[in-house]
């Protein structure tokens, strides 16, 4: 969310209304209980009160949320504001709004301290209260009246403003022009393609996609405020392109937040996904029940090993199962019988104690084998984990096979991501057909759906998809003790030669293949160690 925030800082409507305000709008100059604000941050905003002569009544922070209602000028007011020293006042069509009884009620409340908790929020609710003394007075006892919190308050300005257009008729906020003309601030034409480009490249999430819709509520709202005024065409169309913009991104985002509640890691922005021509909700549907995903994912990841696979890293190791010899030593258990006839004579019982303690009783001696698993085999295969994928995308796979196999490889990618383990997918068709896509740190899943909407159709050949994912294991020290996962919607032809150099290869690099049939029944295909239909 905060690097959301820090790009919209400069990213967004803010620095687009400092422009339009500052070059093609009226300036005006605000009058006794005026309501004023500055843009503190991106979503936060200091608020005060005019009362003549320069002064500005609103509450400073003087401590750990100790703060008091002073007087401050404009250039005081805007001290803290990381975005310019711009103020904007309460005005309507002809120039600043205001109520004397409002600049009262701020002065009444001058010297006040109190422990407030967050400071925009009790700005904005000291503003609030004066604005509301327009009909009603000044009677004092401010304390109280901001001591209870409105649970749907937001941090945002937008409850101040609304008090201002009951109240005082603040239908507009133009710019108050306080600086002389040795320091008035420039402000910079935005960068109006910068600006669409952010947000359309966005990552979509909760969050995010909260900042956008303020972001589209607030645009929609300045629109409208600036309407019946002489703004330029060009700059208007500008505004109106980045409105559009961020609605086509909240209709986007619902038509696919089910999916991205799938991912929430994946990273998705708009431009990723207007260009995607895939059935989200189909997806989504698929992604939600994959415990088969799951115990496929386990397997691969060598936390899992087969009896099979059991059988064949069992390793000899020397036990005492079988009688082999006689031999001296401690061992009271397997002491042969006539060592223990000295125990019944008082004479020789010292003697028999004697040999023990010198670990020279004659015993049995026992010997034999016995297959255990190598623990620390073991222990390094649970650190290995890396999956090389096989997706077929021949034209029997178009529709439904082709998207449980994109929802299977989003899947593991999520799950091989949350692990820190490697992930490489093979696209590959007929024979000599293939295209590579590494799923790295650096990578999203974004990414990865934009690479498995490639393919080539027609037919099907499994050699070389395999050939290149076994050069892949021997090569690349990250890839070494992977498994590979071959994706199609059926059998293909394979030589028993090359099934057999295949098992040569999976025992000397100590992998598995495990095939996924996206349609079909299940196949013994001669290679794979397991065969998955979904």
Request: glycine letters at 6%.
């Amino acid at each position: 969310m905060f690097p959301f925030l820090a790009k919209a800082a400069y990213l967004g409507l803010k620095p687009m209304k400092y422009f339009i305000d500052n070059y093609f709008r009226d300036k005006v100059t605000p009058v006794a209980g005026s309501v004023l604000y500055c843009d503190l941050w991106v979503l936060v905003e200091h608020s005060g009160i005019y009362t003549g002569d320069g002064k500005i009544s609103n509450i400073v922070v003087e401590g750990l949320a100790e703060s008091q209602v002073q007087h401050s000028d404009a250039r005081d007011f805007t001290s803290k504001s990381k975005l310019g020293r711009k103020i904007y006042v309460s005005s309507d069509n002809h120039g600043a709004v205001g109520h004397k009884a409002v600049s009262a009620g701020a002065l009444g409340h001058l010297g006040e301290r109190s422990f407030y908790g967050l400071v925009v929020k009790n700005c904005h609710q000291f503003s609030e209260k004066c604005v509301n003394y327009a009909n009603i007075g000044y009677h004092g006892g401010l304390l109280s009246g901001l001591s209870e919190i409105n649970e749907t308050w937001e941090p945002t300005i937008g409850a101040l403003k609304s008090a201002a257009r009951k109240k005082l008729g603040a239908t507009k906020w133009r710019l108050w022009d306080w600086e002389n003309e040795n320091e008035r601030e420039e402000i910079p034409e935005p960068d109006w393609k910068a600006i669409n480009n952010y947000f359309e490249n966005q990552p979509l999430n909760l969050q995010s996609i909260e900042q956008i819709r303020q972001e589209l509520a607030a645009t929609q709202d300045y629109e409208a405020e600036i309407a019946d005024e002489n703004i330029p065409d060009h700059v208007r169309q500008r505004l109106a392109v980045f409105r559009q913009i961020l609605t086509d991104i909240s209709t986007k985002y619902e038509e696919v937040k089910d999916f991205l509640a799938q991912c929430p890691e994946a990273g998705f922005s708009y431009a990723q996904l207007k260009n995607m021509n895939e059935d989200f909700a189909a997806l989504a549907n698929l992604l939600k029940d994959n415990k088969q995903i799951k115990e496929l994912v386990r397997k691969m990841g060598r936390d899992y090993i087969s009896e099979e696979k059991k059988k064949q890293t069992r390793i000899p190791e020397r036990s005492k199962s079988e009688v082999h010899g006689t031999h001296r030593s401690d061992d009271v258990m397997r002491v042969l019988p006539s060592e223990l006839l000295n125990l019944e004579d008082e004479t020789l019982e010292m003697l028999f104690y004697a040999r023990l303690l010198e670990k020279n009783l004659l015993t049995y001696e026992l010997q034999g084998t016995t297959f255990i698993r190598h623990e620390e085999t073991e222990k390094h295969s649970k650190m290995s984990g890396a999956v090389v994928a096989c997706l077929d995308t021949s034209s029997s796979m178009q529709g439904a096979p082709l998207l449980k196999a994109k929802a299977l490889l989003l899947a593991i990618s999520g799950i091989l991501q949350k692990e820190k383990r490697l992930l490489y997918v093979l696209l590959f068709g007929s024979s000599g057909q293939i295209k590579e896509f590494s799923m790295n740190s650096q990578a999203t899943s974004a990414e990865l759906l934009q690479f498995l909407q490639m393919g080539y159709g027609g037919g099907t050949d499994f050699k070389t998809p395999l050939k290149r994912a076994f050069e892949i294991i021997e090569a690349q020290t990250d890839y070494q003790r992977a498994d590979v996962l071959m994706i199609s919607d059926g059998n293909c032809g394979l030589s028993l030669m090359f099934i057999q150099n295949l098992k040569k290869k999976k025992e000397k690099l100590d992998c598995s293949v495990y095939t996924v049939l996206c349609a079909g029944l299940r196949i013994d295909d001669k290679f794979s160690d397991e065969v998955v239909v979904l």
